[in-house]
């Protein structure tokens, strides 16, 4: 049985298009031969931040790196575009990871970390699977899928913001949450990445707790429940993440 748990971006203006169309059609993705039974809520608001866009050249700022981990659990993940990809833009999707990285490193308060990545294309066997660097975001833009007791995440492009990565790895690890939250939308308290995007995607980088939780799930419960990790926890520059292009 699989789960997939999309997030859902689309322009505000859109928002009751999507909405009748992802109610009406079945969920795009990279495991179509299993339909899901969980159907897909959009999202206000807009995609906010890309990185650098269209961009050429790093993939988004904010990398940070050097920190110590201390005694944060690792997560060394393998990503895979599917198409073939020039040398510049798997270099581009580096960036990408990187800025995933420390948004994911603020996420899980300096808990977690991506530590060593590799970085592959023309196949679809990661537990990151890219359909393009720089192809269109589809609909949805990203889901996480659970079959065999894993989980693998596919990201229809790599400039999609780091909320939508940060969202399904929610999903798939950090909770793991195995509902929707797309209503917890506290922007003056900056959460909750399982939320819906709203805008200001790249930098959105906080999981809804007792306190500012608007919705229903109170992430940081859960996560503290898996994890056992404080909260506030203690932060502090992200560590480096290396990404190995094979
Ligand atoms: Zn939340
Ligand atoms: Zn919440």
């Known amino acids: 049985m699989k789960h997939k748990f999309p997030v859902i971006f689309a322009r505000s203006g859109l928002l009751i298009l999507f909405l009748a169309l992802m109610i009406s059609l079945p969920l795009m993705g990279c495991s179509k031969k299993h339909k899901s039974s969980r159907g897909a809520v959009p999202a206000t608001g807009t995609p906010g931040g890309t990185g650098t866009g269209t961009g050429t050249g790093t993939g988004g700022g904010g990398n940070g790196g050097g920190g110590n981990p201390g005694d944060a659990n690792e997560l060394d993940l393998s990503w895979t575009v599917k198409e073939d990809t020039s040398q510049a833009d798997m270099e581009y999707m580096v960036g990408r990871i990187k800025t995933y990285a420390n948004n994911f490193w603020i996420g899980c308060e300096g808990q977690a970390y991506l530590r060593d990545q590799t970085l592959s294309c023309g196949s679809s066997g990661g537990n ?43 999903h798939g690890w950090v909770g793991p949450f195995s509902s929707e939250e797309y209503n917890c939308m506290n922007q003056g308290a900056g959460v909750c990445i399982q939320a819906a995007m709203y805008g200001g995607g790249e930098g959105f980088n906080k999981w809804c707790d007792t306190e500012n939780c608007v919705s229903h799930q109170e992430c940081w419960t859960k996560i503290q429940a898996t994890h056992s990790w404080a909260h506030p926890g203690p932060g502090g520059t992200s560590p480096t993440c290396n990404v190995t292009i094979q």
């Open 128 to 170: 990151v699977v890219i359909d393009s660097v720089k192809g269109p975001m589809k609909q949805p833009p990203a889901m996480c899928s659970f079959g065999g007791g894993q989980w693998t995440i596919w990201l229809s492009t790599g400039e999609i913001a780091s909320h939508g990565f940060l969202h399904e790895i929610g």
